[in-house]
């Protein structure tokens, strides 16, 4: 595997469940992120790990809880969410917190509550 | 004044034209700048990053200009295959912060 991965490519969930997305990349990043981009929408920043550390979190409601285990690894846990936290989620990661050198996407993952 | 400003298009241009974006920035501390390209329903994608001097990709070509801070894309002969959302992406100051990405410019290319 190479780049960055992630699980599922889609997922539907009620609005009382529980489900968690998994975020992994295989370049030797040291920061990570996850976004969401509502339909039509722009990216919006919800949080940033660097060496697994939590740098910054975007006012994002506390139904969103981000893990990061290892600088490889990253998870968004879900629970009780809304229909409109429906949207498309990405990860990244990048070589420096700064973005430097760019970031590289996950193919994300479509995520539908019902 | 935003951080990263785009006009969202749509453009609609037909095959074989040219066109050009451009993208203005609020921070003159800013240090690396890109181009990212979404297609619907699909990740960004690193397209080109921008250097002082210009660079050029092919039909791509990108510029930067600190003293407007304003950076742009021109494509060539554009094909159908460059229909997609073209995002700006700037560095928001030195130092380790996350990267600014704009709203994007639509483009699409009509035969």
């Known amino acids: 595997e190479t780049g960055v991965t992630q699980t599922p490519r889609h997922l539907v969930m009620g609005m009382t469940n529980k489900k968690s997305l998994k975020c992994e990349q295989h370049?030797?990043?040291?920061?990570m992120y996850w976004y969401k981009q509502s339909a039509k929408k722009p990216l919006e920043l919800m949080f940033v790990y660097s060496l697994e550390e939590r740098v910054e979190n975007n006012s994002v409601p506390s139904r969103f809880s981000p893990e990061c285990p290892n600088s490889s690894h990253l998870f968004l846990h879900l629970h009780t969410l809304q229909p409109e936290d429906s949207a498309l989620y990405l990860c990244a990661s990048s070589q420096d917190l700064g973005g430097n050198y760019g970031y590289t996407f996950g193919s994300g993952t479509r995520l539908t509550v019902v | 004044r935003k951080e990263v400003e785009q006009d969202p298009g749509p453009f609609n241009v037909p095959e074989g034209a040219t066109v050009a974006f451009n993208c203005t920035y609020s921070?003159?501390?800013?240090?690396?700048f890109f181009w990212y390209r979404q297609d619907c329903r699909k990740e960004p994608k690193l397209l080109m990053s921008?250097?002082?001097s210009g660079n050029e990709d092919g039909r791509f070509t990108a510029q930067l200009n600190r003293a407007s801070q304003y950076i742009s894309l021109l494509i060539r002969d554009s094909k159908l295959s460059d229909s997609a959302t073209y995002l700006c992406v700037v560095t928001r100051r030195p130092g380790n912060t996350p990267l600014v990405f704009g709203k994007g410019t639509r483009l699409s290319v009509i035969a």
């Open positions: 921008v250097y002082s």
């Open positions: 370049l030797g990043h040291n920061a």
């Open positions: 921070n003159s501390a800013s240090q690396s």
